[in-house]
């Protein structure tokens, strides 16, 4: 940390609790900075276009006073803004309450509250307050939150509102109740330091903002030095401490209340559990006692809570009357009007400008007002109501007469357009059956003509007897009939071509499709045997590595069994040579005949189970094979069958998995039980030999 201005620079190291309070002081008046630019850019944008007229509405958020296990140094500065709100509130309410009944002239006796003012002047006197003695400590380099302790139980002891504990602790008798507060952290959270070298730290950033918030932090750090609120830190510290700080910002607050006609909310918690339906009664009453709640009701009850001016009160109630006083002074009205509705004395008082009324008394004048507004608007709803029927029916019958006048014109209109039309449809079909007829007409005097001269040709035919005329004439008779026959059968076919080519072409919308749906199963298909292929090389792979540690097996077994057997052998041809030896050469013959035979009635078993393994593998890897097979064949569409051929496929694979463990568990087994037989065998025949698992590990090592 750098200490000093311009040369004069001093450099202090920090410990880590200083470092860390340094930079929250920094994260700290970043975001009081950020928020007061953020209410300038607000309060900006809601002014653009608009003509200041000094009025504005604001809303106050207050939590109330905090009371916890632990009460530090925030806690303070939250109760003692309390505090003073709370003096607002009791001047507001009860005391300019009182004044005003008093200014006014009006019998009232006084009611008596409870007042902050001691507590208020705990906080805030001078030299000898709770907030002139933290500033005065944190002062001091070598100020501890003890000492500032012992300072507070020295100096404030006999202060009513003050008691202090043992330790670091003290008590404050607030208006709602009593707290108890510690002093660990208070001077080192009022100090709240920030150096020069953090500020220039900020103002080095590249954005426009930090460095506004950096000259800014300049700006109050070059203020003057004002009493005792001097921080420890060199000159490039804050002057103000927070406390100072804080309280000035609550005193503006305040005169800013004051300026204002303040309305209070008071929110009431039911319980301490935030449970819906759930009503703590000793709870709800201890908030209203300390928030004055129960002082209010008790002056609202004995007091005049509805006032009104004389003026408004005649021009609100005027009306009401029965006699004509518009001439008299508000005043004579509002008491002419009193008692006209008989309010008794005692229910309202007459002030000097105002009239005072107690708790319900104005709400029998307002009834009686809304009663005869009422009246007076049914009144004028009803003539109203009349004027505007009466208006309705004239214009109905000048509409009437208007649009009788517009449809005749229009309907004479529409009736020569139409005569007119008539007239030339009337024309055009005279000329249009004119030329039908006379085509018609044409066309059968043409074939009558022919008619008539073929008659007469073949009568003259007949007449002269040429045969071959008349053959003539009748075969040119068919070629007419002919050539009439096959117009109209060109005129069918040429329809059922045109049919044929609009069938053709919805075909070849459809074979479009299909192929669509072809070229997508045939993706599909070509992706499932990708599949199906990965999982046979897997399955192979598998079954060759099964196969192999069988084979190893039987060979490593068919060896032990043939050596058992040379064995065998040169036993018995040793007994046959040393038949005429003595009595203990037969016995150790015998003895090694003995162990050779009991070895191979060991390795037999381990054949069979062996063999055994293998046939199981076999049938097994044949059983897989074959399912894998068919399934592939229904995914293709080869085969049919009700089933989802990759479920029953996964299925395949877990069956596959399950039984490869099994059959893995089982011939680990069967290694473990040959390799006792092996080790027996071998320590009776005192020559180590090398198993089949062996070797196998050894070519795996390899």
């Not at 700290?28 to 002014?47: H, M, P, R």
């Not at 139980?153 to 006999?158: A, C, E, R, W």
């Not at 069967?670 to 025949?685: F, P, Q, R, W």
Request: aromatic share 8%.
């Amino acid at each position: 940390m750098r200490v000093g201005k311009r040369n004069d620079t001093i450099v202090q190291k920090l410990t880590l609790a200083q470092a860390v309070d340094t930079r929250d002081a920094l994260a700290k008046s970043i975001y009081s900075c950020l928020f007061d630019w953020l209410v300038e850019q607000i309060n900006k944008s809601l002014a653009v276009g608009k003509r200041r007229t000094g009025r504005s509405i604001s809303i106050l958020d207050i939590y109330g006073f905090e009371s916890f296990e632990r009460n530090s140094f925030e806690q303070f500065s939250i109760n003692y803004a309390n505090e003073r709100l709370q003096q607002h509130f009791n001047r507001h309410l009860f005391k300019l309450e009182q004044e005003e009944y008093i200014q006014d002239g009006i019998d009232w006796a006084k009611v008596d509250f409870e007042d902050n003012q001691d507590c208020l002047n705990l906080f805030e006197k001078k030299p000898l307050g709770l907030q002139s003695l933290l500033d005065e400590e944190s002062t001091f380099p070598n100020g501890t939150d003890l000492s500032f302790a012992n300072k507070l139980k020295q100096h404030l002891d006999s202060n009513p509102c003050f008691r202090g504990e043992r330790g670091k602790a003290f008590t404050v008798r607030h208006y709602a109740g009593e707290v108890r507060y510690e002093t660990t952290g208070f001077l080192e959270k009022n100090r709240d330091l920030l150096h020069l070298d953090t500020i220039q730290l900020l103002s080095s950033c590249t954005c426009h903002l930090p460095q506004a918030f950096a000259s800014s932090l300049l700006n109050q750090s070059d203020k003057p030095v004002v009493g005792a609120l001097h921080k420890s830190g060199g000159a490039d510290s804050q002057k103000l401490s927070v406390t100072t700080k804080f309280k000035g910002q609550l005193f503006l607050l305040m005169q800013r209340l004051e300026n204002t006609t303040p309305h209070f909310i008071r929110c009431i918690k039911p319980n301490n559990f935030q449970s819906p339906g759930t009503y703590n009664q000793g709870l709800v009453l201890q908030q209203l006692r300390c928030c004055g709640v129960l002082e209010v009701v008790r002056i609202s009850r004995s007091g005049f809570p509805t006032r009104m001016s004389h003026q408004k009160f005649a021009r609100r109630y005027g009306f009401l009357l029965l006699d004509h006083v518009a001439s008299q002074d508000p005043l004579s009205v509002s008491v002419a009007i009193l008692h006209q509705f008989n309010i008794l004395p005692e229910m309202y008082q007459v002030g000097y400008t105002k009239l005072f009324f107690r708790t319900g008394q104005i709400g029998v004048l307002e009834d009686t007002r809304n009663h005869t507004l009422h009246g007076i608007l049914r009144v004028q709803s009803c003539f109203r109501g009349h004027q505007a029927r009466c208006h309705i029916k004239e214009l109905r019958r000048g509409i009437s007469t208007l649009q009788s006048f517009i449809r005749a014109e229009k309907t004479r209109k529409e009736y020569a357009i139409l005569l007119q039309r008539h007239r030339a449809a009337i024309s055009i079909q005279t000329q249009v059956k004119a030329k039908i007829f006379r085509k018609n007409l044409k066309r059968l005097s043409d074939a009558s003509t022919v008619v008539q001269s073929v008659i007469r040709g073949w009568l003259v035919r007949r007449c002269s007897g040429d045969i071959a005329l008349l053959q003539f004439g009748g075969r040119m008779g068919n070629e007419t009939e002919e050539v009439v026959v096959k117009s109209l059968f060109l005129a069918e076919l040429q329809r059922r071509v045109l049919r044929a080519e609009a069938a053709l072409r919805v075909k070849e919308e459809e074979n479009d499709i299909l192929h669509q749906r072809l070229q997508q199963y045939d993706n599909r298909w070509s992706e499932y045997e990708l599949k199906m292929k990965s999982m046979e090389e897997v399955w192979q792979k598998q079954m060759r590595s099964l196969q192999s540690s069988l084979s190893i097996a039987k060979k490593s077994l068919s060896f032990d069994d043939n050596s058992h057997r040379n064995s065998d052998a040169s036993v018995n041809g040793n007994n046959d040579e040393r038949d005429s030896s003595s009595s203990w050469d037969t016995g150790g013959i015998l003895r090694i005949h003995q162990s050779s035979n009991g070895g191979r009635s060991a390795a037999s078993p381990g054949l069979t189970v062996i063999s055994r393994l293998a046939q199981e593998f076999e049938q097994r890897s044949q059983i897989f094979g074959d399912d894998a097979k068919f399934l592939v064949e229904v995914k293709s569409g080869q085969a049919e069958a009700s089933l989802d051929p990759d479920r029953e496929l996964r299925r395949l694979k877990q069956m596959f998995e399950g039984w490869k463990k099994d059959y893995g568990s089982r011939l680990r087994e069967t290694k473990l039980i040959l390799n006792k037989l092996g080790s027996e065998n071998g320590s009776s025949a005192g020559k180590p030999r090398n198993k089949w698992w062996g070797r196998m590990n050894s070519s795996r090592m390899n």
